[in-house]
C-alpha cells in the first residue's frame, strides 16, 4: 500500500509563507497527477492545487497568484508553496496522487495542519 508522506505544515502570521512537500513512501510509484486538497473545521475538502506529469496546473481561485505547486521528478516529490497566506486559508492540507488532476485520485497523505493567524 503506498503512502503520501506530507511535511512543512505549521503555524504562521497572516502575509507569512509556508512550504508544504509531498512523497509516496514507495519511489516506484509515480502517479500521473499530485496535488492538494484542504479541509477546514466544518467544511468539505476542497481541491487547491493539482499538477500533471505533463506540467499542466489548476488552481482554485481563492489560491491564484499566492500559491504555486511544482513537482521534483528527480525526487519524486511535489510542492506547494504558499504565500500571503490569510486567515481563511487556515486548514489541515492534504496530499493526493492518481490519474488526472481534475479527478480526485485514490491515494492520500496523512494531513499537515496549517494555521495563519490574523
Known amino acids: 500500500q503506498v503512502q503520501l508522506v506530507e511535511s512543512g505544515g505549521g503555524l504562521v502570521q497572516a502575509g507569512g509563507s509556508l512550504r508544504l512537500s509531498c512523497t509516496p513512501s514507495r519511489s516506484t510509484f509515480r502517479p500521473n497527477a499530485m496535488g492538494w486538497y484542504r479541509q477546514a473545521p466544518g467544511k468539505q475538502r476542497e481541491l487547491v492545487a493539482g499538477?500533471?506529469?505533463?506540467?499542466?496546473?489548476i488552481y482554485r481561485d481563492s489560491v491564484k497568484g499566492r500559491f504555486t505547486i511544482s513537482r521534483d521528478n528527480a525526487k519524486n516529490t511535489v510542492y506547494l508553496q504558499m504565500n500571503s497566506l490569510k486567515p481563511e486559508d487556515t486548514a489541515v492540507y492534504y496530499c493526493?496522487?492518481?490519474?488526472?488532476?481534475?479527478?480526485?485520485?485514490?491515494?492520500w497523505g496523512q494531513g499537515t495542519q496549517v494555521t495563519v493567524s490574523s
Open positions: 499538477m500533471d506529469s505533463g506540467g499542466s496546473t
Open positions: 493526493n496522487a492518481g490519474r488526472s488532476i481534475t479527478i480526485i485520485g485514490p491515494y
